[in-house]
């Protein structure tokens, strides 16, 4: 298979592409910008829709109209831009409709920085947007993984007729490595039956919507969509899990951190100290049952994050507290080292 | 005898939410009047505010979108930005287009989205009850102006056609009214011509439609007629903006404007 | 001969039809309600209408309509 070296950001755009997206809408914001530059130079020649909204908050409207009428749509940012981004979001998942968001993290709160961060986790993954409802979450952890989880990402989106999101980060986007694109069929799923594409005197006319006056049909569209969330925790949940079968500590992390945290791992095993790595490739649904697979010899467990600590929180609920969960993080832009990651295995180590 | 007036058929056959006298009734018809005549129906997408307006999908038998407050137009951009082909109209208020929506009505002027924007000014935010529009008129009652809108604390009304006509991407800006007959035949009118616009490709048509809201106003459907006329009309002067067509205010050549 | 009818379930009685008729011939009435409670628009003398469709034209309901 062709391999081609490629950056992080550009990956996700190349790939967003072949995978049938038609349009882009977006508004410049480090660290994800060259995704922008990319679809720019590349969409109209895929005969697609580039165009730079004048908002982050119209861009994902824009997004929102072209899903309306059954079109692969999708529109990327960076933390900040996302928060604004909330609103459409919101109305994305409550109308029913596929649409793929990326969020390329940098540090928060505020304006923050443009360093690598994982600090929007508790937003995608618990409140993006007001209202009872959830997005699929991919967190990729190489520039391969944002090509294989943009794809999915439209697929699923298409599938269960939600917004999916690809969480990466600065280090992500800006990272090159060689990747292979697979093999994709953008029109798996028939629209037919709900797109908003113009009746043409042949059916009822389709209302996309999101506004239920009465509220037993607001509550029975939810429970009917949270069937579909059900399904999604139970065949959608992808893990990997490295050196975890004989494990005393097992690490946690995902995205750019597991890289590091890998690393760590290593070291430690080459110390003698049973360590393993579990890291969830989705983070909405969350991988309850990988993650207990992986923790079954584990006495402690180390949630490694690019935050002030998200994620420990869904992996104590995973495992119920059966075990303490400890935490170590980095924040504002600041990417932990294997070293000190290592300082920390050998910390609680010593006290196994 | 012969039926010389009946609903359109694009007008779903249903009874409205709309308060007695609300002039959204006439405007809906008229659109859809224009609808028929062009035979566009099936063709058709149109996209909802947030708003009094806000179930008219329920109402337009062609296929609908709500959009979130203010978002009308971003939502119809990617609407027809993906099918160029279809006839794409937003139908928004004065608070959805002209205070939370401003940037994107600006914008989708600025880029000459080739759609058609129906905007609704009654100077008053109906659907919350009554408060302060953008549009609300110096010394008009509302519930956030309990004084009457005083310039000073609370800003000047925004003039929506005249601000849009100044952006080279607007292909037609007119502002009509639905107080009398002869007035809805000129709205009607600029309906039509907004949609061939769009047929015809040549950029962002917007029509401001001066609509009553006789429940706010506290006043009966006559009287709030009435108040149109003498208060809201002399304030937004009704008439051609930009055209053009007419060249009334030519779109900018290159090298005025600098765009394209 | 013409002849407007007013859908009487679909009136609001906001009387918008009674000022736009030339004739003066529309009227609401003034006894009897549709079941919304509206005191609905009725024509006072079918002889004289011409059929010109003002009243239907300001009606925001679509709840009336004429033949000629």
């Not at chain 1, 389709?206 to 069937?227: F, Q, T």
């Not at chain 2, 509302?142 to 100044?166: I, K």
């Not at chain 3, 005191?39 to 004289?48: G, L, R, S, T």
Request: net charge negative.
């Amino acid at each position: 298979m062709e391999r081609n070296l490629m950056k992080g950001n550009e990956a996700l755009a190349e790939a967003a592409i072949r995978a049938g997206c038609k349009c882009f809408f977006g508004y410049p914001i480090t660290p994800q910008t060259e995704l922008a530059a990319y679809m720019a130079k590349r969409m109209h020649k895929a005969g697609g829709v580039f165009l730079q909204a004048e908002s982050e908050i119209a861009a994902v409207n824009m997004v929102l109209g072209a899903a309306s009428t059954g079109v692969r749509a999708m529109t990327s940012s960076s933390s900040p831009g996302v928060s604004l981004k909330s609103e459409g979001v919101s109305y994305i998942a409550g109308s029913d409709l596929p649409a793929v968001i990326i969020n390329v993290q940098r540090g928060g709160p505020g304006l923050g920085g443009i360093q690598p961060s994982q600090a929007d986790y508790w937003q995608a993954t618990k409140a993006l947007g007001h209202g009872d409802f959830q997005l699929i979450v991919y967190a990729p952890a190489s520039v391969q993984e944002m090509v294989d989880f943009v794809v999915k990402a439209f697929d699923r989106a298409d599938k269960y007729r939600m917004p999916a999101m690809i969480l990466a980060d600065g280090l992500l986007g800006q990272m090159m490595e060689p990747v292979s694109f697979p093999e994709i069929n953008a029109d798996a799923y028939d629209k037919s039956s709900w797109a908003a594409d113009g009746h043409k005197f042949k059916r009822e006319h389709h209302i996309i919507n999101s506004l239920y006056l009465k509220p037993d049909e607001l509550e029975n569209s939810i429970v009917e969509r949270y069937k579909r969330y059900d399904i999604i925790k139970e065949t959608e949940t992808d893990a990997e899990l490295y050196l975890t079968e004989d494990c005393d500590i097992l690490l946690c992390a995902f995205g750019a951190t597991a890289r590091v945290v890998k690393s760590a791992v290593n070291d430690a095993r080459a110390l003698g100290i049973k360590a393993g790595l579990f890291r969830p490739k989705t983070l909405w649904p969350f991988p309850v049952k990988e993650i207990n697979e992986a923790a079954k010899t584990a006495k402690t467990l180390l949630s490694v994050e690019m935050s002030m600590g998200q994620m420990v929180d869904d992996i104590r609920l995973a495992i119920n507290c059966s075990r303490p969960v400890e935490f170590y993080g980095r924040t504002g832009g600041v990417i932990p080292t294997p070293a000190e990651v290592l300082e920390q295995i050998k910390r609680i180590g010593g006290t196994l | 005898m012969a039926v010389v007036f009946e609903r359109p058929k694009s007008l779903i056959d249903i009874p409205t939410h709309y308060c007695p006298g609300c002039t959204h009734g006439i405007v809906h018809r008229i659109l859809c009047e224009v609808i028929d005549e062009m035979g566009i129906e099936g063709d058709t997408i149109g996209v909802c505010p947030v708003g009094c307006s806000v179930m008219a999908y329920d109402y337009f038998n062609c296929d609908m979108i709500e959009a979130a407050h203010g978002r009308a137009p971003a939502v119809a951009t990617g609407v027809k930005r993906t099918n160029p082909d279809k006839f794409v109209f937003t139908y928004q208020g004065d608070g959805d287009l002209a205070a939370i929506g401003t940037a994107e009505t600006v914008h989708v002027a600025a880029r000459g989205e080739n759609i058609v924007v129906i905007f609704i000014n009654n100077t008053i935010y109906g659907m919350t009850g009554g408060q302060m529009a953008p549009t609300t008129l110096p010394g008009q009652v509302t519930q956030t102006t309990p004084f009457g809108r005083d310039p000073e604390l609370a800003g000047y009304p925004v003039r929506v056609s005249e601000m849009v006509s100044t952006l080279s991407g607007c292909a037609l800006a007119q502002r009509v009214a639905v107080d009398s007959v002869p007035h809805i035949r000129e709205a009607k009118k600029a309906i039509r011509k907004a949609f061939e616009n769009q047929k015809a490709g040549k950029g962002l048509s917007l029509v401001e439609v001066l609509s009553t809201c006789p429940t706010n106003w506290g006043l009966t459907p006559i009287e709030a007629i009435k108040r149109l006329q003498d208060e809201m009309i002399p304030y937004y002067p009704l008439g051609v903006y930009k055209d053009v067509d007419e060249g009334v205010f030519p779109k900018h050549s290159d090298s005025e404007g600098g765009e394209k | 001969m013409a002849k407007m009818t007013v859908i009487t379930e679909r009136c609001k009685g906001c009387a918008l039809c009674t000022t736009a008729c030339p004739k003066k011939i529309v009227e609401l009435q003034k006894e009897h309600r549709n079941k919304k409670g509206y005191f609905y628009a009725v024509c006072i003398d079918q002889e004289k209408c011409i059929g010109c469709a003002m009243c239907a034209i300001m009606c925001p309901d679509c709840a009336i309509t004429v033949e000629k």
